[in-house]
């Protein structure tokens, strides 16, 4: 049997139609009800340009064990995106790194647990050549691999990734400019 670790109770940002702050909410509840929410999606390359992508864990409470780009989250209530994305990055991959937002986009996901994500997720991206140690409640698995390559394995394996990862690859025109 398989034990699935719920997220701790934390209140993310609920946004309207234009990412305005409209009220807050604890993220279980916001994905259990598919309410639109502020989100941010990390994408880390090294020196080869390859891009650092992990596998969810196992326990995640959705999108387990599914291919992703190196880190992505929510603001907590309170706290600045570029506070978030600096904490995430360090929480889940065990470094960070100076980042740079790309783009933001909407997407609406309904997942076979209940589940939804109805976000508008802004895009960064950033630089690392160094060691880490990855924090294994987040991550099961993560690799280097060049955007070529992880285009192939998401047509070859759709399903082995999530949904956000997908959107943002689609979009590779916006995140290499």
């Not at 946004?15 to 598919?34: F, P, R, S, T």
């Not at 600045?80 to 980042?99: P, S």
């Not at 909407?106 to 976000?119: H, I, S, V």
């Amino acid at each position: 049997m398989q034990i699935i670790r719920m997220p701790q109770i934390i209140n993310i940002p609920l946004v309207d139609d234009n990412d305005n702050i409209i009220g807050h909410a604890e993220k279980l509840e916001v994905h259990l009800k598919g309410l639109l929410h502020r989100a941010f999606s990390i994408l880390v390359f090294n020196e080869k340009n390859e891009i650092l992508i992990h596998q969810r864990a196992f326990e995640k409470y959705h999108s387990p064990g599914l291919w992703t780009n190196t880190c992505c989250g929510h603001p907590n209530e309170g706290e600045t995106m570029e506070a978030a994305v600096h904490r995430r990055l360090q929480e889940e991959m065990g470094f960070d790194c100076d980042l740079s937002h790309k783009f933001t986009f909407r997407y609406k996901a309904e997942f076979d647990n209940g589940l939804t994500e109805n976000e508008i997720d802004h895009v960064y991206i950033g630089t690392f050549n160094d060691t880490f140690t990855v924090n294994p409640e987040e991550v099961a698995d993560y690799k280097w691999i060049s955007i070529e390559e992880t285009k192939e394995l998401i047509l070859q394996n759709p399903d082995d990734f999530t949904v956000w990862f997908k959107e943002i690859m689609n979009r590779e025109a916006e995140l290499l400019a």
